[in-house]
């Protein structure tokens, strides 16, 4: 991608009105390991949770922050999507859609807690999956007229709608949009038509007009992940499996694991670690499913169909230093918390209370 054009979007003034900024009740203690954060997707005002996160893993609720939009309300995975709250690679901050007001929040990550720095229009209706890579954001809205949308991420946490980032994706169901790891291509999950949308980017980052479409190897592509090597892995809501494919340099995908199946009923969300450990929440069976990858080419084994228990697990996320994996679980109106062992197995940590409802949606860990 060409930095020097970059950077000449990124000086250009913008005019706005003052962002409005809230901070979490109480900033994370100096014996704070990390956070994780989740979303309540409130329909009378969205709002993100903060949780201290101690050198054992375990929670502690340390305050909430609105992101000044609306969720969606109605029900349990209410978006049906992966990456609705993210985190950018640096951790400096932290984006959130506002699927009922169809905008996006962005958060600065700092010691005193989250600072609201900008709230934008998302560009279509319905947002529920946000993509990041280095300055470049990406939005699924799922809603309306489907539809990606790109932004800058300015140094100032705000966000700069792109020239000609926009690209229709027709009818379907869809429920996630990421980068590959190296910033070549972005993905997109069709579980209604059991496809797969890749967008090759130029050296500008804007998608190709057209995105290259292949079947899915089991029913309805949900979240998917990449593994270390840049493979990408999908699971299956369908299926009750997860699928492994190359990206190849013309877009298309070439399956390396097929629909390794767990047995389990809606395998909807998918979180890793750089260890090879994958994990899936199966979340009609109540269960979460241990994955390994090998060190190779992306090949998928199942460990332990059963590894983990929730109420109703969702979204999924994994600490940095790969030990800990944490599950929304809204019917628990609580997070699930494990720990993740040298063979890949999980050992549960308990749960911690959100004081949620069954329509929360969204996580993410520091």
Not at 158 to 172: F, T, W, Y
Not at 226 to 251: C, N, Q, T
Not at 291 to 314: C, E, M, Q, W
Request: charged share 15%; hydrophobic share 40%; with cysteine.
């Amino acid at each position: 991608m060409n930095k020097n054009i970059l950077a000449v979007f990124l000086t250009v003034t913008i005019l706005t009105t003052s962002a409005v900024t809230a901070l979490a009740n109480d900033h994370l203690g100096k014996g704070a390991a990390g956070a994780v954060y989740i979303m309540t997707n409130a329909a009378d005002g969205n709002q993100v949770i903060v949780y201290e996160r101690d050198r054992d893993g375990l929670l502690t609720m340390s305050g909430t922050v609105s992101t000044q939009g609306a969720g969606s309300g109605v029900d349990l995975d209410p978006l049906a999507s992966q990456n609705s709250l993210v985190l950018t690679q640096n951790n400096r901050w932290l984006l959130a859609v506002n699927a009922g007001s169809n905008e996006i929040s962005v958060f600065r990550v700092g010691r005193q807690g989250l600072n609201l720095t900008d709230k934008v229009g998302s560009g279509g209706q319905f947002p529920v999956s946000l993509a990041v890579s280095d300055n470049l954001v990406y939005v699924l809205n799922a809603g309306g007229s489907p539809n990606i949308t790109g932004f800058f991420l300015s140094h100032r946490g705000r966000l700069i709608p792109r020239s000609h980032a926009a690209r229709d994706l027709g009818p379907g169901g869809y429920s996630q949009v990421d980068f590959d790891p190296r910033g070549d291509n972005l993905v997109v999950t069709d579980r209604a038509d059991n496809e797969i949308l890749v967008f090759p980017l130029d050296e500008r980052g804007l998608p190709a007009m057209t995105p290259v479409s292949s079947p899915s190897a089991g029913i309805a592509p949900f979240g998917f992940i990449f593994d270390r090597h840049g493979d990408l892995l999908v699971a299956e809501a369908g299926s009750g499996a997860v699928s492994s494919y190359d990206i190849k340099r013309d877009g298309s995908l070439e399956v390396i694991t097929p629909s390794v199946e767990n047995g389990q009923a809606a395998t909807c969300w998918i979180a890793g670690n750089h260890q090879g450990d994958v994990f899936t929440s199966n979340t009609g069976s109540q269960t979460i499913s241990a994955y390994t990858v090998s060190s190779g080419h992306g090949k998928l084994a199942l460990l332990d169909a059963t590894a983990g228990f929730g109420n109703r697990p969702i979204d999924m996320n994994i600490s940095i230093d790969g030990r800990f994996l944490y599950a929304l679980d809204p019917a628990e109106e609580a997070v699930d918390m494990f720990e993740i062992e040298s063979d890949g197995s999980l050992t549960g940590l308990g749960t911690a209370p959100a004081g949620i409802s069954i329509v929360a949606q969204g996580i993410a860990v520091r």
